[in-house]
């Protein structure tokens, strides 16, 4: 059959001549049967109680916009459906604008009750509605203009883009502007002309520190542009995202609000301050008092409560990103290696009827072996399965674990399997990190595969590992010599025994533009085995040696797979976080493998999937971080031109940490790097506040007053724009912080830390920073 060429047509291969005897042509219908076969089946689908079917994938380019590709999608579908055979229908079961509409709508609730919540908020401690309106103006405008860059930038409107925006943060510019006008018109009490000129120098007076702290928020958000890839696919258009809309906020601060103080202004307003406000500023009047008089206490106490923090931080537990909850889950289940599809099939109906008995599943997908394009090389013993979930109010599990909890437990029952529950995006990208199907895994590097398998074993003991070897085989050894007597070659035995078992593929046949393989394959009745010892090949004298007196026939245990990684054979240990933190988990099991397990040499391990990531960005914050410090001394200095003031202001930042790190405790969440992004946000806020209180004291001390005095008026003129922007902003985190929607868990450690570090940052700017400067004037004092 080696001189077949491309044919078409069934009938034309039948008329293949492949001898003649005595004139008479032999053809090849007259010695086989010629029809249209399969290729080796690699893998089954099956969906809910049908275990046999077919499934497509939509893949979308990158930098496609999911909503787009997705409506496009479904009106094919519709176009497609009317030309489909009687009998076959499409009917999709995933698809990921689900999950981006609820995210979306998690995120956009949460803006619309923040922002309500800010602007109420804005006219009971401005008490003036014509300020609280310019100031909620900025609102809108801020995020049009971050809008239309983050457009022209191609910055894609995502959960956390759109997450990490807090008005409370976006207004405090505008806050300060505003109730600095608002403080100077009901001063001067200035009308007609005389309002522009007040305007303008009120203006003036917070132009500077507000425009250097912007250029502050915005080098805070450094770090976070510097994150690699999936943290820095994550976070870094939020970062672009609110650094957007600081700097429209401030545009609109510098040019807009006076503009539209100067015209809603031209009656001055009334000398009266918010109920609230004036409740607030009482005792804080007082507490300023004593601090003033004893410096050190509150000095100290700032101190021991950053000592309290710390230790706290270390209590906290550790991951590298909140999981998001997709709304559905995806299992993987492994079978003892050496199963065929055909005996795996009955246990993955059987598992796919357990999981579909649950109430809060509405179907379940398995995907038993390989599919066809080759594009998801497993073997018949793995098998994933898609598991979509009903609605949360559908529900009887009160949470998504506790009913993982209990799928688990039901398939116990099952013997000879291992499960691993994840969900469909994050299993995909764990896999495309890390290479390694697990939330987790050790990576083994060695020469040697049984090697690599041994010391896997002794590492998994409870864990779950790539088995390299354990794939039964059956090793057809030739016997050269006794080949060499009959004048057969090894190449002869081999083509023989491909054809009686899969086949061989000697041409291509093609229908149109399609092709497929041309195969010969030897009829053969029975078990394979005994086909295989049935089989005889052709010496060149024309007998027919059996295949039994040419090789050997050995029943033996051979490698599954090889995997290699950079070039290097590797072996993967994965294990799944449950009801743990992942750093806690990961320090606990370093500690058990370095106790128990003694690499050879040549041989190394290296912790990976998401720990490894997670390690990757703390050490890029670890340098970047000392250089953003440096560069916000450098812009206070320039600020101020006194490294005191710089220096001063710069307490803040180790100060923000207290609150941050006290609510991560208390509400029970571990650090990550979304609660990184609140502790770098806060920074930014917490340095804006005390560029604002320190340059009204030095502006005091300027116009002739102590400094003592200047310390006092400075914290009085200041106590309401910063109260109220403080509280404008922990509002405006608020409803993220206590979401619990499907989206919500990004977003909840970087709300959290945000609101704790406000509320400690602004009592602190309100308290100690006044404290260390009267301190200081006291030494400075004392010296002379």
Known sequence: MRGIGLVNGLDDIRAIVVAAQRGTPVRVGDIGEVGIGHAIRLGVLGRDHEDDLVQGIVLMRKGENPGVVTAGVRQKLAELRPLLPAGVELRPYYSRDRLVRTTVTTVMRNLVEGAALVILLLSLFLYNIRAA????????????????FMDLRGVPANLLSLGAIDFGIIVDGAVIMTESILRRLSETKATGAAVAREVEGAALDVARPLTFAVLIIMTVYAPILTFQRIEGKLFEPMAVTISLAVIGSLLLTLTLIPV?????????????????LAWLRRPYAWILRRCLRRPLLPIAGAGGLLIVALIAFAALGKEFLPELDEGDLWLRVKFPVGISLEDAGPYVHEIREQLLGFPEVHTVVSQLGAP?????????????????????????????????????????GIPGITTNFSQPIKDNVDEALAGVKGELAIKLYGPDVFTLEAKAAEIAAVLDYDHLGGQPQLQIVVDRKAAARYGINVQDVEDAVEAVTRGRRVSEVFEGERRFGLVVRLAAEGPPLAALRALTVSAPGGERIPLTQLAEFVKTQGLAQILHDGGQRRIGIKWSVRERDMGGLV???????????????????VWSGRFEDQQRALARLAIIVPLVIFIIFVLLFGAFESIGAALLIMLNLPFALIGGTFALFLWRTNFNISAAVGYVAVFGVSVLNGVVLVATIRQAQSDGWPLREAIERGCAIRFRAIVVSAIVAVIGFLPAALSHGIGSEIQRPLARVVIGGLISSTALTLLVLPAVYEWRRRRRTADE
Do not use: H, Q
């Not at 009903?390 to 398939?411: H, N, Q």
């Open 587 to 605: 320090a606990e099991a370093m500690a058990r493998v370095r106790a128990a397990v003694t690499l050879p040499e040549g041989y190394r391990m």
């Open 133 to 148: 309106a310019i100031v909620a103006l900025t609102i809108p405008l801020s995020l049009l203009f971050a809008f239309v």
């Open 372 to 412: 066809d394009d080759g594009t998801d090389p497993n073997g018949p013993d793995t098998c994933e399965f898609y598991v979509g979930l009903k609605p949360r109010d559908a529900w009887r599990a009160p949470d998504k674990d506790a009913l993982v909890e209990t799928m688990s437990r039901a398939l116990t």
């Open 260 to 276: 539209l103080a100067s015209l809603l202004f031209r009656r001055p307003p009334a000398e009266r301050e918010s109920p609230l």
